[in-house]
């Protein structure tokens, strides 16, 4: 892991940037002093509530009425026109109460307050001669907001509660415009790549900036809103080409409140099949391998000796009369053999008069034994008595060996469970109050030896300084350990690597709200992931030996050569079929560390009732570190290794004007980047060479050498200016025309960027990343129309089109005659550009809950084509790897799902009783069907079999002694439906209608997973 990588976050940083931040501050203030205003927040996580204050008599304004957030310091004062205005009010539920002498204080209960929106609630008061009393109603929550000028989907803890979804990424699986491609399990809002999302948790980035993805676990229990932006979003939000998932934690109330939740829960059979069953070699289902030397390594010391080893074990026998809930056992044959029988398949009892089977005379039906399995040189393997008999004579009992590696001699086939607690109140009245909330899951999969640990906290601290200034502080933290499918080392599961992985996101935040309309803010946060992946109890770290001493030393114990660096035991296949590795160590190993440090100063003022002005700053600085290496032999060796700090500053302008007939969100964004990396100056003569053309090393760090690069230097600090704008036109009470449209630019990963830096050209297929890589570009638009038909239904139609470019390929280089190496970049034009366009429509019908009905939910249909140059980076160098001509035309991509229909449907039953269900269907997504061919394949002109799933919560609560009880099922895929996931080769799935690879053999992961039944209890009080 890297040293010291907390107290290197700001050091160096600014003084590196100092001579550009003074020039854009400079400019940045003249040009906000220009307009009259100051800074302000970059990510919304407050709301406001505005509105006219009448006599309900006359009709006429009433100035001077005190507006109050019961149970808050939050207050506002209405102007001559009656008009009063509340920013900066954390999302939630209020009372609001207005008062003034003369007249009735009315007060409306329950008034929700969404983060980025304006919640509107005129009042009419009543005189205090006609009444007396204070008056008290409820909110009307509106189901149109006509201050939304682009798709927006607001998910609210009460829902987030109610669904069948204990993750971020699976709600937002379910919501209009959002593909899931199956093999991978990645989210694909309208069309683009799965890195074009951004995620925010109260306004701190939280993507990994090495991979772009999600950076961290976090518990839904947590959330009080979840925000997510598919269409346009507005200038305060960058660094994201396709949707922006703003994620708003819970605060603290003048009230104790918590719960306690338990869920428990394993998976069934594999949609009704043996574990194994159908993953068999369709040609061969009962290929016997015979047993022959082996040179293997046993503690680290090679030495020969006869290994029995069946292959794939699924293809030696057949496994079909399995029962279901049969225990599987891993049998250890030898050291470092695994096998996953413990009989042996039932066969026919030969005449030895006739060699025909025998037949049972009541029945007809062959007679049927089970038989010790013999090879050809008559060698037995017995696994019914666990015995091995060798070419010698010597019988090897089994018994002797499970204890060698007792955590994995049996599939790993435990429940799941998934603990929560949460815990919120007050520390000293209003004034400082705290929210808190932890979860602890250790969750099984549905296959062997698949299984994670996971523990989340997250924590947030509110103090009132003064009722116009807040101080607020939050963090939540996470750590995870998990255990994958072997794939190829699944006979040599003691060598799987085990991935460990921390995170945490902390922040500071100092509001003062001037006025009821003018509020600024000043932030400073923090977001670090560190992860490791490694074989269990051999954690090297190759950056000081791997590029000098990197082959294991067969003369030397495990001990000597791991004291001396040395980070190769190599793998062993098996003899009959190389896809598997019997013995040996893991070949990989890798470590990195992201930091994400944050300064930000915001500010919003409603200079008029027409006018909220919204300005901002920010600066991230970045500490990224990656060190990993792959060894498939000395002269294959793959090193990856960067530490770079580069930085970027961002600011923006926008105006939210809001009129009786339209609503417009007009702003401009302009955005820096440094990527802090070099690079040759030509990338296509990239380093020094010797004269007789073989590359010039440089020795002075590793004894191996690195090339020097030619000419090197400094990437180029990228600039954006990104225009945006929406527009929402209420044509009545019930319906709204909107639309958006924006330039969306991101920062390219940092493995895009920074990939093999050192040049290092030892691997067999060489990469290297590139710092001055353009930023990717979106341009897209978005129109739609909204209407209420019902006091409970409103039909949503939005259209939208989006240009992409820029997107990161590779390209080959050739350096000499005996090295070259795929460069990533964004050439454009025809040969290695990969651009992309999406079109497609959303038509949504919401059945909201009203007037008592006890159903809501919501039923969507997507329609969607996205068509591209490439689905990935690995573009160019997969056409050159297959001698294949370059694309030039567009083709559908990988996450091409034409036609998406989901639904939520939330039905409110007697007694405290409720059933919630989530359903998706996905037409088939595409495929090549000859990926490999040497001419022009057919990329993804072939598609998969449709795919559905219904998930359920059933839950009833009871209520005991003041507190609440919940008792609860979680079903996951509750028709145990199998969807293909992923066909693993083109060409042998097309030839057998199966999933297999062109060595045809299976996986279980190409299919879905089966149903999963969780019970469990919560406790709120």
């Not at 070419?391 to 799941?416: A, M, R």
């Not at 929560?420 to 109140?425: C, D, I, N, T």
């Amino acid at each position: 892991m890297k040293k010291n990588s907390i107290l290197k976050t700001f050091s160096g940083r600014f003084q590196k940037f100092a001579s550009f931040a003074k020039v854009t501050l400079l400019l940045l203030v003249t040009a906000y002093m220009a307009v009259g205003i100051n800074f302000n927040a970059s990510a919304a996580i407050t709301g406001k509530i505005s509105g006219v204050i009448t006599a309900e008599a006359t009709n006429e304004p009433l100035a001077t009425v005190t507006v109050t957030l019961v149970g808050t310091s939050t207050t506002a004062t209405t102007n001559a026109a009656g008009y009063y205005v509340m920013t900066n009010i954390p999302p939630g539920s209020y009372d609001v109460k207005v008062e003034i002498t003369g007249y009735a204080a009315e007060t409306v209960a329950e008034t929700k307050v969404l983060a980025g929106l304006t919640t509107a609630l005129d009042f009419s008061l009543k005189s205090a001669a006609v009444q007396l009393e204070g008056i008290k109603v409820t909110a009307v929550k509106p189901l149109i907001k006509k201050d939304v000028t682009q798709s927006t989907r607001i998910i609210e803890s009460d829902d987030i509660e109610a669904m069948p979804r204990d993750t971020v990424n699976g709600i937002l699986q379910t919501l209009p415009g959002v593909a899931v491609l199956n093999s991978t399990g990645s989210t694909h809002v309208r069309g683009g790549r799965s890195m074009e999302i951004r995620y925010l948790i109260d306004g701190i980035p939280i993507n990994n900036p090495i991979s772009r993805s999600l950076g961290l676990s976090i518990g839904t229990n947590s959330l009080e809103q979840m925000e997510v932006i598919t269409g346009g979003f507005n200038a305060e939000h960058g660094d994201a080409q396709s949707g922006i998932v703003n994620l708003i934690t819970k605060v603290g109330t003048n009230k104790f409140s918590g719960r306690i939740r338990y869920r428990v829960g394993q998976w069934g059979t594999h949609h009704g099949d043996p574990l194994y069953g159908p993953w068999l070699d369709p040609d061969n289902r009962f290929r016997p391998v015979a047993i022959e030397p082996f040179r293997g390594i046993f503690f680290g010391q090679p030495y020969d000796y006869q290994k029995p080893y069946r292959g794939q074990d699924v293809t030696v026998a057949e496994l079909a009369e399995r029962e279901d809930d049969e225990q599987v056992v891993f049998t250890e044959i030898f050291p470092g053999v695994y096998a996953d029988r413990t009989e042996n398949p039932l066969q026919p009892v030969m005449d030895p008069e006739t060699g025909e089977p025998q037949v049972n005379p009541d029945t007809g039906e062959p007679i049927m034994t089970r038989q010790p399995y013999r090879d050809a040189d008559g060698t037995v393997i017995d696994y019914e008595k666990k015995q091995v008999t060798l070419l010698d004579g010597y019988v090897v009992d089994l018994e002797q060996y499970q204890g060698l590696y007792n955590d994995t001699k049996e599939y790993d086939l435990s429940p799941s469970h998934i603990g929560e607690f949460a815990l919120s109140g007050p520390i000293w009245g209003n004034r400082l109050t705290f929210a808190a909330s932890s979860q602890l899951s250790r969750n099984h999969s549905f296959f062997p030896n698949s299984n994670g640990t996971s523990y989340i906290f997250q924590g947030k601290l509110k103090f009132e300084v003064t009722p116009s200034i807040k101080l607020t502080a939050s963090g939540l933290f996470n750590r995870g350990e998990s255990h994958s499918y072997g794939g190829s080392l699944r006979f040599w599961p003691s060598a799987v690597p085990v991935a460990n992985s921390s995170a945490r996101n902390t922040s500071v935040r100092l509001s003062h709200n001037i006025n009821s309309g003018t509020f600024y803010t000043l932030t400073v946060g923090q977001f670090h992931r560190a992860g490791e992946s490694h074989q269990p109890g051999k954690m090297w770290d190759p950056l000081e030996k791997a590029f000098d001493e990197n082959a294991w030393d067969p003369d030397k114990s495990f001990e000597q050569n791991q004291e001396e660096g040395r980070i190769r035991n190599p793998p062993q296949q098996a003899y009959n079929d190389t896809t598997y590795f019997v013995a040996g160590d893991s070949n990989s190993w890798g470590s990195s560390e992201a930091t994400t440090s944050i300064v930000r100063a915001d500010f919003a003022s409603q200079v008029t009732s027409n006018h909220l002005i919204q300005t901002g700053i920010e600066f991230l600085g970045y500490d990224l570190y990656n060190l990993s290496t792959t060894n498939y032999g000395s002269s294959n060796l793959y090193m990856e290794y960067y530490d770079v700090q580069p930085q970027s500053l961002s600011m923006y302008l926008q105006d939210k004007m809001e009129y009786e007939g339209m609503i417009v969100n007009a702003g401009l964004r302009y955005d820096l980047y440094n990527p802090s990396g070099i690079s040759p100056a030509d990338p296509f003569d990239p380093l020094e060479l010797n004269d007789d053309g073989t590359i010039k090393l440089d020795k002075s760090t590793y004894k191996v050498g690195l090339p020097i690069i030619k000419d090197p230097v400094e990437a180029s600090t990228k600039h954006m200016i990104a225009p945006r704008l929406g527009i929402s036109f209420p044509v009545t009470d019930r319906s709204k025309l909107h639309f958006t449209y924006g330039h969306y630019y991101q920062i390219p990963r940092g493995d895009d960027l920074y990939e093999n830096l050192s040049f290092d050209m030892r691997g067999a297929i060489r990469r290297r990343g590139n710092p001055d890589l353009d930023p990717e570009r979106t341009i897209a638009y978005e129109v739609g129309i909204i209407r209420q038909f019902t006091d409970d239904l409103t039909i949503d139609l939005t259209g939208f089109t989006k240009d992409i470019d820029k997107l990161v390929n590779s390209v080959h280089v050739d350096i000499t005659n005996d090295y070259s190496y795929f460069l990533n970049d964004e050439f454009e034009g025809m040969i290695h550009g990969i651009y992309g366009r999406v079109q497609g429509f959303e038509l949504t019908i919401r059945k909201w809950r009203a007037g008592g009905s006890p159903v809501s939910g919501m039923l969507s249909y997507t329609y969607s084509v996205a068509k591209g140059k490439g689905s990935s980076r690995n573009l160019g160098y997969l056409t050159y790897y297959r001698q294949q001509p370059d694309v030039t035309e567009s083709h559908p991509l990988a996450w091409d799902q034409r036609h998406i229909l989901s639904g939520l449907l939330d039905i409110q039953l007697p007694f405290d009783s409720a059933v919630n269900l989530i359903g998706r269907y996905g037409s088939g997504l595409p495929y090549t069907p000859n990926p490999r061919a040497p001419v022009k394949p057919d990329i993804n002109s072939k598609r998969y079999p449709p795919t559905y799933n219904v998930d359920a919560l059933i839950s009833k609560r009871s209520r005991i002694g003041g507190l609440t009880y919940t008792f609860f099922a979680d079903i996951r895929n509750i028709f145990n439906t199998k969807n293909l996931d992923d066909l693993l080769d083109a060409v042998t799935y097309d030839r057998y209608g199966i999933p297999l690879d062109s060595q045809k053999h299976a996986h279980p992961l190409s299919w879905s997973s089966p149903r999963l039944i969780m019970m469990g209890v919560s406790l709120d009080f």
